[in-house]
């Protein structure tokens, strides 16, 4: 079973800065299945990237995914104030299990 | 616009079995699998399982095999997942979500199941 191992933890930032999460796996991911979530407090994920680098419905381009192979980056180009979240890569590829990273925390500076 | 709709929280003693139902609207029911995903308090995402609503195929993730259920009601388009054995470990939110080709697009609301005795 694929491991997601993302970092760092926890980010430390300011609004307007650049946000760069990892998302690292313990083989090879198809592109094709790799997903980024947004989670905020009391609420439900929200898909952000699917497919390594494709924006959700709705995602701003801020958003922005990239990478193969067993290396993925999350960027978030000018941090505003609702980006301030919690971050899960998944791989969801041809066949189950599709597990999760443990999350990265983006906080404020 | 798609929904999903799950029921409502539950309290449970050790032991017991919990069933979570999620109603899909909005889509063709049918189209796309369900995955169901838990979140321990101030914990990460976990994968449980995914079930086909197309032909009901399912699979758990390895530590829930024996414990675990999903089924659909392709006639209601509904979803379920049914939790055996209780723990207190098992507290968490449960989530269902539209599993397709372009990631877990859609989520339920959440279901706060509490295991206590």
């Known amino acids: 079973e694929i491991v997601l191992t993302q970092s760092p933890g926890t980010l430390s930032l300011s609004p307007g800065e650049r946000a760069t999460l990892s998302c690292r796996a313990s083989q090879s991911v198809s592109s094709s299945y790799l997903a980024w979530y947004q989670q905020k407090p009391g609420q439900a994920p929200r898909l952000l990237i699917y497919?390594?680098?494709s924006r959700a419905t709705g995602i701003p381009d801020r958003f922005s995914g990239s990478g193969s192979g067993t290396d993925f980056t999350l960027t978030i180009s000018r941090l505003e104030p609702e980006d301030f979240a919690v971050y899960y890569c998944q791989q969801y590829g041809s066949s189950p299990p599709w597990p999760f990273g443990q999350g990265t925390k983006v906080e404020i500076k | 616009q798609v929904q999903l709709v799950q029921s409502g929280a539950e309290v449970k003693k050790p032991g017991a079995s919990v069933k979570v139902s999620c109603k899909a609207s909005g889509y063709t029911f049918t189209s796309y699998g369900i995955s169901w995903v838990r979140q321990a308090p101030g914990q990460g995402l976990e994968w449980m399982g995914w079930i086909s609503a197309y032909n009901g195929n399912t699979n758990y993730a390895q530590k829930l095999q024996g414990r675990v259920t999903m089924t659909t009601d392709t006639s209601t388009s509904t979803a379920y997942m049914e939790l055996r054995s209780l723990r207190s470990d098992d507290t968490a939110v449960y989530y269902c979500?539209?599993?397709?080709?372009?990631?877990?697009?859609?989520w339920g609301q959440g279901t706060l199941v509490t295991v206590s005795s």
């Open positions: 497919g390594a680098s």
């Open positions: 979500a539209r599993q397709g080709g372009g990631g877990t697009d859609y």
